[in-house]
């Protein structure tokens, strides 16, 4: 402990000056005092501490570039933002909550990767601190420390694709739940926290609409663990059903309202009821590793709540349940979604996290009470918040160098763009990307559309360019699991509104994958002949672009003919 505090006060003198020498005698202080995980803390104390480790553990996702997914949803965020709506000026395929949550992430924090970054871990960190409540109310105080760094380790996303799997529409899935159960699990139960629960699941379900799976789960545990057949309590159950099932209906029925009122709730409707319907029988290499990803954290989970079962009274059991129901949820909406992708499973991970550090915790803070050596009951009560995080962290090694960056970055040593430069961000690495919307934005103007043939309204967002066609990604009008009927006339209406606003560069991307969707736009771009002659005949190929010293052949340029070549195009360097 000696060494510890003499590494921390030169490391932080060396850093930033001098002034370190007041600061770091105070700060260790202040961390051993938190790392004893003291029951006899005050609740203000005890909240301060999950807070400031959660968004610590955090950190590392605010340098975290976006992914495609993250790209979408950014670029219609931005479009609501200038007055548009989804589905009626652009179609995608998840719920009207996260374009929501992303168009108010960059009204408070900017329009940039770092505001929705910013955004998502002050939604990750309240997720955290509503899991330290939980926890404690399923297992004690003990347990609010490893269950708010269990859940913080598990959000935070610690892989080779962490960017991409993070920001999603389960990760306001997990807070929302969380924010359920523990309205739910409130005694004495009453209606007002029962309706507060209804809106929980409502905006769950409006951010995706499999969440209704894990919702009705938990609602239905929590009803009959509270359910006896003694005079008036049937009568009390059925108040508190109504009190929930009003909370959703008002939400929902509202967000429906108001997409007919912005003429986008047919659309809305037709994708998620049919589209992802067929986007769901896709393809995938394989399902069965990430499945077996996603069982292992449940098996783990599951392990949790059996030893938390033994450990609490029967007081704290129907939290527990409500828990296990939401987990079995979750998981079970998991495998019905027929998508097999890690943000999927989320909600699931995010429950075992919580599960796993706070039955750790708890568990250690009462052997560490029965030890007679003070020095190793201090000890395990230090190390086991460390040992949660580490054993779920998705890939530990990855934790390591993510604080890495984060210490790189702020003092300067490294740039942000260098940090996301090597991140796979689509077709291509993320600093092609870059490279290619720089050149957009000096080829075109503010007014010009860009039409990215493929899955990529990544470029559009990071050049601050708009699509010419509300179809932003080709799925809706490729995707052979639709009816042949509604393909034709998309691309009926997608070929009307590029002859309406010619974009000034296209973009056709030759290899549009990840890691488990490979895919071709060249060749399903010829599957559309009246699309194909409208390029051929308009546009000319563009010299290709240089990244890293060699050509970047994942996608190929083409630039409007026009009479004025004053307009740069798109060369290489």
């Known amino acids: 402990?000696?060494?510890?505090?003499?590494?921390?006060?030169?490391?932080?003198?060396?850093?930033?000056?001098?002034?370190?020498?007041?600061?770091?005698?105070?700060?260790?202080?202040?961390?051993?005092?938190?790392?004893?995980?003291?029951?006899?803390?005050?609740?203000?104390?005890?909240?301060?501490?999950?807070?400031?480790?959660?968004?610590?553990?955090?950190?590392?996702?605010?340098?975290?570039?976006?992914?495609?997914?993250?790209?979408?949803?950014?670029?219609?965020?931005?479009?609501?933002?200038?007055?548009?709506?989804?589905?009626?000026?652009?179609?995608?395929?998840?719920?009207?909550?996260?374009?929501?949550?992303?168009?108010?992430?960059?009204?408070?924090?900017?329009?940039?990767?770092?505001?929705?970054?910013?955004f998502f871990l002050l939604v990750s960190t309240l997720g955290a601190l509503l899991a330290a409540e939980l926890a404690e109310r399923a297992m004690g105080r003990g347990a609010r420390l490893g269950a708010a760094l269990g859940y913080a380790a598990v959000v935070a996303q610690y892989h080779t694709l962490g960017h991409w799997h993070s920001a999603q529409a389960e990760d306001l899935i997990a807070l929302l739940l969380l924010a359920a159960l523990l309205a739910l699990t409130r005694l004495p139960a009453s209606r007002a926290y029962s309706f507060a629960a209804g809106v929980c699941f409502g905006l769950a379900i409006l951010a995706k609409s499999t969440a209704a799976i894990e919702c009705g789960c938990v609602a239905l545990v929590s009803l009959w663990a509270a359910w006896s057949p003694r005079s008036g309590r049937a009568r009390r159950i059925a108040e508190l059903t109504c009190a929930t099932?009003?909370?959703?209906?008002?939400?929902?029925?509202?967000?429906?309202?108001?997409?007919?009122?912005?003429?986008?709730?047919?659309?809305?409707?037709?994708?998620?009821?049919t589209h992802n319907r067929a986007y769901a029988q896709g393809s995938v290499n394989e399902p069965l590793s990430i499945t077996v990803y996603a069982v292992r954290y449940a098996l783990l989970g599951l392990l949790a709540v059996?030893?938390?079962?033994?450990?609490?009274?029967?007081?704290?059991?129907?939290?527990?349940?409500?828990?296990?129901?939401?987990?079995?949820?979750?998981?079970?909406?998991?495998v019905l979604q027929q998508r097999f992708f890690r943000y999927h499973a989320t909600p699931v991970i995010a429950l075992v996290g919580l599960m796993v550090g706070g039955v750790s915790t708890a568990h250690a803070a009462r052997l560490a009470a029965r030890m007679s050596s003070r020095h190793l009951s201090r000890m395990l009560t230090w190390m086991t918040p460390l040992a949660v995080v580490i054993v779920l962290s998705q890939d530990p090694a990855a934790l390591g160098p993510a604080f890495a960056d984060v210490l790189a970055v702020t003092t300067?040593?490294?740039?942000?763009?260098?940090?996301?430069?090597?991140?796979?961000?689509?077709?291509?690495?993320?600093?092609?990307?870059?490279?290619?919307?720089?050149?957009?934005?000096?080829?075109?103007?503010?007014?010009?559309?860009?039409?990215?043939?493929?899955?990529?309204?990544?470029?559009?967002?990071?050049?601050?360019?708009?699509?010419?066609?509300?179809?932003?990604?080709?799925?809706?009008l490729v995707n052979p699991a639709l009816p042949l009927a509604i393909r034709e006339s998309y691309r009926r209406e997608f070929m009307s509104a590029l002859r309406r606003r010619p974009p000034k560069l296209v973009l056709v991307?030759?290899?549009?994958?990840?890691p488990f969707m490979q895919r071709d736009s060249r060749f399903i771009l010829q599957t559309g002949p009246e699309l194909s002659d409208f390029l051929r005949t308009q546009y000319s190929e563009d010299r290709p672009l240089h990244w890293r010293g060699s050509i970047v052949s994942d996608f190929f340029y083409a630039r409007q003919r026009v009479t004025d070549t004053s307009?740069?195009?798109?060369?290489?360097p």
């Open 306 to 334: 059996t030893f938390a079962w033994r450990m609490s009274d029967p007081s704290r059991r129907r939290v527990l349940q409500a828990i296990a129901a939401a987990g079995a949820g979750a998981l079970l909406a998991y």
């Open 567 to 572: 307009r740069s195009a798109i060369v290489g």
């Open 1 to 118: 402990a000696r060494c510890a505090r003499v590494v921390l006060y030169r490391g932080l003198c060396y850093a930033y000056g001098s002034t370190a020498a007041t600061v770091a005698p105070r700060a260790v202080a202040l961390i051993r005092t938190w790392l004893t995980n003291d029951t006899r803390e005050t609740g203000r104390s005890q909240r301060v501490r999950e807070v400031s480790f959660s968004a610590l553990l955090l950190a590392p996702t605010l340098l975290y570039p976006f992914g495609r997914d993250q790209g979408v949803f950014a670029y219609v965020g931005r479009l609501i933002l200038r007055g548009g709506a989804p589905y009626a000026d652009v179609m995608e395929q998840k719920g009207p909550l996260l374009h929501y949550a992303y168009a108010l992430a960059m009204g408070m924090f900017g329009q940039t990767e770092v505001g929705v970054r910013t």
């Open 245 to 273: 099932s009003l909370g959703a209906l008002i939400v929902i029925g509202g967000a429906l309202g108001y997409l007919a009122w912005r003429g986008a709730l047919d659309e809305f409707l037709w994708i998620q009821l």
């Open 509 to 514: 991307f030759r290899n549009d994958t990840t």
């Open 412 to 476: 300067n040593q490294r740039s942000l763009a260098g940090v996301r430069a090597e991140r796979a961000a689509g077709a291509a690495e993320r600093g092609a990307y870059d490279l290619l919307a720089r050149r957009i934005r000096e080829a075109t103007g503010p007014q010009d559309a860009v039409l990215c043939w493929g899955h990529e309204l990544l470029v559009n967002f990071l050049a601050d360019r708009d699509t010419p066609t509300r179809f932003g990604a080709d799925v809706t």
